[in-house]
């Protein structure tokens, strides 16, 4: 598990939420200097006394150089209170991660949401009383980090790392028990041509994914929900933000069944913007089960409730001339203040100044009306500014930046596979690697050794 | 009626009261082992085998500390094999097939010859303590009280009840309480234990059918011999003088799945009258067949349980079908046509206590002075109670002696993973090492286990001076046969060099290089270097892998972190930890749910509250 040891060198892109015209690539720690002149750049004279910066050409590989300006923050007068380098270049992100990326591949480590804050602090460069801050920008940061990782659920690579880990988990297994269950002669768990062959196929699976150019970019922008109860009016809303007619818009309630997403451009920001009818809470019209099983019903709602809890911001739409409901009430009130705006849709259909929505803590709901464009305006200003407010995660995926050291250690469990043809001769040394591959290319933390157990059990009689 | 006082009280011979005894008698504290007989001492309920993978290594380490499995399993094994020994020496394993009925005598033996250890005959019935001075505490333990009545003080207790805590065995639909055949059970000391506030669950496991020699037609089976030259468990024997027995093989065939799939309404473990977990890799033969139906045949190993004795264990087939089934089920196997039997299978169903409730040194979180160790935690094993015996021992003498615990470290050895893995992560089915459980497998090795632990058992006072010689002079041996193979060249390459080869033992040297030759006579300080040699990068990369493990381990955090006071922790974070209390934050990192996010954030309070002079909660 990674955590703030502060002895080591961390990277990470850390530029905001999107792509900026700017690219910032930052180190901390002992070795940021040195890593700065494996990739070919002199650092200017007096540059371990004082903050100074240089232009400079990064050396990627031998056909590859990236112009960036460095900025070099020698220890303690830096962030972090540690060696500092910052790499400003093109705000790309394919190629903010390939540097990164570059950078781990020489011996950095991707830093953990949160990692050069904490890192300040640990270091003395915060003081102690700013520790409810730090530890809340931590916890935002990696929130935001989960969602957007979460999001990614479609990305190629993703897609491609989750298939790897599956693999290599079930070799494992069964490298595993032909070494912890030899007295079972008469069960057979693994060749090592069989082991060659799967971890060929793997490192090509990884190989194509890394160099399809897949990019997760849209997932990490910010995410804005449009939820409410079935006919709140939030696709009428969508339609009118995106000023298209992607969504279906209807009076029937659950009409609008896959989540519908569309960038949107904001005076200082881009987000996704996404819609999905059943986005709110079970309806009564829909759980009387007199409707006969309603399993378009569930996906949708699934694909709704994933889009809630993935969203970065939740835009929650009552229309104003209905009384809250127990249930909207209670399903907004779950979602953080943080994440939640809340708007008075429909004002067109006049306002119901009830006494409920003067008493409940949602007195302060935009009013709208996407019929008549009233509010418009004013409900961009203020996503802008919510969205502003947001912590962005770590961009690119933190569980990809350890890609290339995985690939390197599921060719050394090839090699040594290799030559005996009898049986494995070096079990204990293909699982040590396959172990390293599937840590860097999981990310997780839980220990493997159950799950393997688990396998070995399901897969194999063994046991006397 | 007078009272008796001692320092250390163990409940249970077993495997675990017995190293427990031996290891707190041994630092000087006043023990008192209770057992409900004599003769029982150390018997083997399960198979009468010692070691395997992980298991072998953890016996292993119990020797390098100073306790007795080793040594008694040297005495006592009539067939030693070393597994996995076409692989590398990092998964090496030793073991060894017991004669059941020598081992008793010799543990025995070494028990009845201890200084500072009584041997009481009885069962107990109640733990007894006095409300706790200590706030992490509830209470304080300060005896036992036996079934015949008599009171017993004791600074420490360290429960080792195996199967006994209210134990009840199954063969089809007869039950019967017991600990073990003909043995009776510990029926009381649950309550006792739930009185101290301690929560009960409950776990199960079984046996197989024994046979008779004399009524097995060995022509028709498979034999398995040993190993030519035995290797030892223990550092201080050279060589094993028991002469050598072989097992047998055979396996069942489908007319036996089918006659077990026709009474499968009639198994306890189909029927609904056995409830509790079993472990999923000892299965009952009825659980293969229902599990994997598509397998035509399990193998039989036919293992004597000892030289003379007349009795066959029948490894594979461990059962608690009725009486019937078994009989008709045992004389279809290949060699048992005519094969009597002379105990039947069973399973059995006994209490545990959830190990989330003691911490490393296995001592009760609750009760201070109360030490829990073997199946009571959980686990299954011979190796596996004795491991936790040795520690349990160890602590309970320390408690006594009013010094601080001693705890084995995942990277110090097995006994260290698995105390880990109880505390940490508690269990869902009985727990047995597999070499798969350590991270630090590489480091972890059979041969190494003196050179990992020998300087603590020392520093602890377990090691004596026959002992402590003998290892200093095998480092010292090493270390010369080291700097010989750096030092000698040939081809152009150091020996040391060669040996790193595939397949190169370095015997093709010793005609030519004579200074070797005393050290290929110590098989091993040669069998070290050859270690060594071969896995010299993989060490140093597990060194470094164990560095990085040890800053956390060494970060220690008091039981007492109010992780409430934690602003932003989640709340999933903040209710394991509560529940779980580590005592590091390595630990912390491990216990099941938490996110590297939450370590940090933890890491990054507890700086806080040391700068801003709160109570010491972190070290390093």
């Avoid at chain 2, 990092?90 to 041997?119: F, G, H, K, M």
């Avoid at chain 2, 050598?244 to 499968?264: F, K």
């Avoid at chain 2, 209390?581 to 938490?594: E, K, L, M």
Wanted: charged fraction near 25%; hydrophobic fraction near 40%; charge should be neutral.
């Amino acid at each position: 598990m990674q955590v703030p040891a502060v002895q080591d060198t961390i990277v990470a892109v850390s530029s905001g939420w999107q792509a900026a015209p700017l690219g910032i690539v930052r180190l901390s720690g002992p070795d940021s200097f040195a890593l700065l002149h494996a990739l070919g750049v002199t650092p200017p004279a007096g540059h371990v006394v004082a903050p100074c910066w240089s232009a400079a050409r990064l050396r990627l590989d031998a056909a590859t150089t990236l112009a960036a300006n460095v900025f070099w923050f020698p220890a303690p007068r830096s962030y972090t209170g540690q060696d500092v380098v910052e790499l400003h270049t093109i705000g790309c992100l394919p190629l903010l991660r390939a540097l990164s990326e570059h950078l781990i591949e020489l011996g950095a480590r991707q830093a953990q949401p949160g990692e050069f804050t904490a890192r300040a602090f640990l270091l003395g460069k915060l003081d102690a009383t700013q520790v409810d801050r730090v530890l809340s920008l931590m916890q935002a940061r990696d929130q935001a980090t989960r969602r957007a990782q979460a999001r990614g659920g479609r990305d190629g690579r993703r897609h491609a790392g989750e298939r790897a880990v599956e693999r290599i988990t079930a070799l494992l297994a069964a490298v595993e028990a032909g070494i912890d269950f030899v007295e079972e002669d008469d069960v057979r768990f693994v060749s090592p041509a069989e082991v060659v062959r799967t971890l060929d196929a793997v490192i090509a699976d990884l190989n194509a994914a890394c160099s399809s150019g897949a990019d997760a970019l849209p997932s990490a922008y910010p995410h804005v929900v449009l939820a409410g109860l079935p006919n709140a009016g939030k696709s009428t809303l969508f339609n009118r933000l995106i000023a298209s007619e992607r969504a279906l818009v209807s009076s029937v309630p659950g009409t609008t069944r896959d989540v519908l997403s569309a960038t949107l451009t904001l005076d200082s920001a881009t987000i996704v913007l996404q819609d999905c009818a059943a986005a709110g809470p079970a309806g009564d019209a829909e759980g009387t089960g007199a409707a006969g099983p309603a399993e378009p019903e569930a996906v949708a709602r699934a694909a709704a409730a994933n889009a809630v809890r993935q969203a970065d911001l939740v835009l929650w739409l009552h229309a104003a001339d209905t009384a809250w409901e127990p249930r909207e009430l209670e399903f907004c009130g779950q979602i953080p203040r943080a994440r939640r705006v809340l708007v008075r849709s429909k004002i067109d259909l006049g306002e119901r100044t009830a006494l409920d929505d003067v008493l409940l803590p949602f007195s302060d709901a935009l009013p709208v009306s996407a019929l008549r464009g009233d509010g418009l305006v004013q409900l961009r200003d203020l996503l802008a500014r919510r969205v502003g407010k947001l912590i962005p995660p770590v961009p690119g995926d933190v569980s990809q930046s350890d890609w290339p050291a995985a690939i390197a250690a599921l060719r050394r469990a090839r090699d040594l596979a290799r030559p005996r043809a009898a049986g494995l001769a070096s079990p204990e040394l293909v699982a040590l690697e396959l172990r390293a591959a599937r840590e860097l290319l999981a990310g997780d933390t839980t220990p493997v050794d159950e799950e393997i157990l688990a396998r070995i059990f399901s897969e194999f009689c063994i046991g006397k | 009626m007078t009272q008796i006082s001692c320092d250390v009280l163990a409940i249970g011979g077993g495997h675990a009261g017995a190293e427990a005894a031996w290891a707190a008698a041994n630092l000087g504290a006043r023990t008192i082992l209770v057992t409900h007989d004599r003769a029982a001492i150390g018997r083997m309920s399960c198979n009468p085998a010692v070691g395997g993978l992980g298991k072998g290594q953890i016996v292993r380490e119990i020797d390098a500390l100073g306790g007795l499995m080793g040594l008694v399993t040297d005495e006592a094994g009539i067939q030693f094999r070393m597994l996995n020994r076409r692989k590398g020496p990092a998964v090496w394993a030793p073991r060894a097939q017991a004669d059941s009925r020598l081992y008793v005598a010799v543990l025995r033996r070494y028990l009845e010859n201890c200084p500072n250890l009584t041997i009481i005959e009885a069962g107990v019935d109640e733990i007894r303590a006095e409300p706790a001075t200590d706030p992490a505490a509830e209470s304080r333990v300060t005896g036992v009280l036996l079934n015949d009545g008599r009171r017993i003080a004791a600074t420490a207790v360290v429960v080792a009840s195996g199967t006994f805590l209210r134990g009840l065995m199954h063969t089809g639909a007869e039950q019967s309480a017991g600990g073990r055949i003909g043995e009776p059970a510990a029926a009381r000391l649950s309550d006792s234990l739930r009185g101290l506030g301690l929560t009960l669950g409950r776990l199960k496991t079984g046996t197989p059918p024994r046979v008779a020699r004399d009524s097995v037609d060995f022509s028709r089976l498979r034999e398995q011999p040993g190993d030519p030259d035995p290797a030892p468990f223990s550092f201080m024997t050279t060589t094993i003088t028991q002469p050598q027995v072989c097992c047998w093989l055979t396996s069942t065939n489908p007319r036996i799945h089918e006659l077990l799939r026709a009474n499968l309404h009639r198994a306890p473990l189909y029927t609904g009258q056995i409830e509790s977990v079993g472990p999923r890799y000892c299965p009952s033969i009825e659980t293969k067949i229902v599990r994997f139906p598509e397998k035509e045949r399990h193998q039989i190993f036919l293992e004597p349980e000892g030289r003379d004795s007349d009795r066959i264990y029948l490894n594979g087939v461990s059962t608690s079908v009725p009486r019937d089934v078994q009989e008709q089920m045992v004389h279809l196997v290949d060699g048992l046509e005519r094969a009597r039997i002379v105990q039947w299978g069973y399973a059995i169903e006994y209490d545990f206590v959830p190990p989330e409730q003691i911490d490393a040194t296995l001592m009760t979180k609750r009760v201070r002075g109360l030490f829990l160790a073997g199946q009571i935690n959980g686990t299954s094993g011979y190796e596996e109670a004795a491991g936790q015996g040795v520690v349990a021992g160890i602590n309970a003498a320390r408690f006594v002696a009013e010094r601080p615990p001693v705890t084995i470290r995942r990277d110090q050895g097995y006994i260290g993973v698995m105390i880990d893995d109880l505390v940490t992560r508690g269990v869902t089915e009985p727990y047995r090492m597999f070499t798969s459980r350590a991270e630090h497998r590489m480091h972890l090795r059979y041969d190494n286990a003196d050179r990992r632990l020998t300087p603590l058992g020392r520093e602890i006072g377990l090691v004596r001076d026959e002992r402590w010689r003998r290892f200093e002079q095998q480092r010292i041996r090493f270390e010369e046969l080291m700097a010989v193979l750096g030092r000698v060249r040939s081809e152009g390459r150091s020996l040391l060099e060669w040996l790193r080869q595939p397949d190169e033992t370095g015997e093709r040297f010793l005609d030519r290089f004579p200074e070797l030759r005393p050290f290929w006579q110590a098989r091993d300080v040669w069998g070290r270097a050859l270690v060594a040699a071969k896995y010299e990068g993989y060490i140093e990369r597990q060194q470094r892998a164990i560095a990085r493990f040890r800053e956390l381990e060494d970060c220690a955090l008091s039981p007492e972190t109010d992780y409430d006071a934690i602003p932003q922790l989640r709340h999933e974070a903040r209710e394991r930890w509560k529940a779980i209390r580590p005592r590091s934050v390595g630990q912390a990192a491990r216990v099941s749910g938490i996110q590297p996010t939450d370590v940090s954030m933890l890491i990054v309070y507890l700086s806080a509250q040391d700068r801003l002079g709160g109570p010491p909660v972190i070290s390093s």
